[in-house]
Each structure stands twice: as C-alpha cells, then as structure tokens.
C-alpha cells in the first residue's frame, strides 16, 4: 500500500471528523443519522474514514 492509501483510510473520531468539517459535533451526528455520512462502531465509539469526509465535502453545495 501507498501512502496516499493509508491517509485514505485513516479513521478519526466524530469531534475531529466535525473539526475538519468546520461543523460541530451535533451536526455531524445529525448527518449521520440521516445516512448522508457514513459511520462505524468501534466499541462505543463512532469512527468516519477520512475518504468519507472527503466524499462528503465534494457533495455539499459552495454557496458564493
């Protein structure tokens, strides 16, 4: 595997996943729950792909 690869599959928790988004932590549960951002469990935490994020932000509207 390549290092862009790696990076891709890098999981981060829902507070750093609502950082990189610039969104808070209720907004991205909320995104989840409507299935619009894909989620997993590990353990009781809820993890989110960093290719996730980036699918994610290229689907939401730019408002200029």
């Given at each position: 595997m390549n290092?862009?690869?790696?990076?891709a599959d890098e999981c981060v928790s829902i507070s750093r996943g609502?950082?990189?988004l610039g969104v808070c932590?209720?907004?991205?549960?909320?995104?989840i729950d409507r299935?619009?951002?894909a989620a997993f469990r590990v353990g009781r935490n809820l993890r989110i792909k960093m290719s996730e994020l980036r699918r994610y932000m290229?689907?939401?509207?730019v408002n200029v």
């Open positions: 290092e862009s690869t790696d990076a609502a950082k990189i932590v209720r907004t991205v549960r909320r995104e299935r619009r951002l290229d689907r939401q509207p």
